[in-house]
């Protein structure tokens, strides 16, 4: 269960990046484009609907509640490395000498944003990416309709990023925006558990 839980995780991350891949190819423009990213959210929660009714078929016999925490539990588990890789790659970059990391520096120095600040919000994101995943996860295999409203879920925290990619970085630490990913997260997780409890 963990295993397909790992595989929903896994293509879900390539809708991402072969999406962010093809809008760097042909039209950067796309990338702040509400029209792209609700397409990529509606295709990531067809993923988990076909993970979970793939899981039915499975393990029949087993409790729907079980098997909704062990594989939003592995797709929640997929999430955490690219943001951990992307973090860890901008730190090496800001600390060799580059043309790109005097402007990186100079904007952080220039807009007040402190390292502690930026990765603060950045585990909040990831945590709440963390927390959707496993609430949306256990809410589609309670009741398969759900996918609607975690699919809006889905969606309306890609639109707080999107807007707050449009601000600079001081406005975006200031912006209730920059938690949008992090409530949505524990809006998610909240009906799960009781669904889970009133089981």
């Known amino acids: 269960m963990l295993a397909l839980g790992l ?7 390539l809708v991402l990046v072969a999406t962010s891949l093809f809008v760097a190819r042909t039209k950067p423009r796309l ?15 067809a993923l988990r609907v076909a993970a979970v009714l793939l899981a039915l078929l499975l393990w029949p016999d087993d409790a729907r509640s079980e098997l909704g925490v062990w594989l939003g539990a592995g797709a929640a588990l997929v999430w955490p490395a690219p943001a951990t890789a992307q973090t860890v790659s901008t730190r090496l970059r800001i600390s060799r000498p580059s043309e790109w990391s005097k402007q990186a520096v100079a904007t ?3 807009e007040r944003v402190t390292p502690r600040s930026t990765v603060l919000m950045r585990l909040l994101d990831v945590l709440g990416t963390v927390l959707f995943q496993l609430g949306a996860t256990v809410l589609v295999i309670l009741a398969p309709v759900m996918v609607v409203g975690t699919a809006v879920l889905s969606i309306g925290s890609g639109l707080a990023t999107l807007v ?28 799960a558990v009781l669904g889970l409890t009133a089981l």
């Open 164 to 191: 707050l990619q449009r601000r600079p970085p001081a406005a975006r630490l200031r912006s209730p925006r920059a938690y949008a990913p992090f409530i949505i997260g524990l809006l998610t997780l909240g009906p």
């Open 7 to 13: 595989v929903l995780g896994a293509a879900q991350l």
């Open 31 to 45: 990338a702040v484009n509400p029209g792209l990213m609700a397409v990529r959210s509606a295709a990531e929660e």
């Open 108 to 110: 952080l120095l220039s």
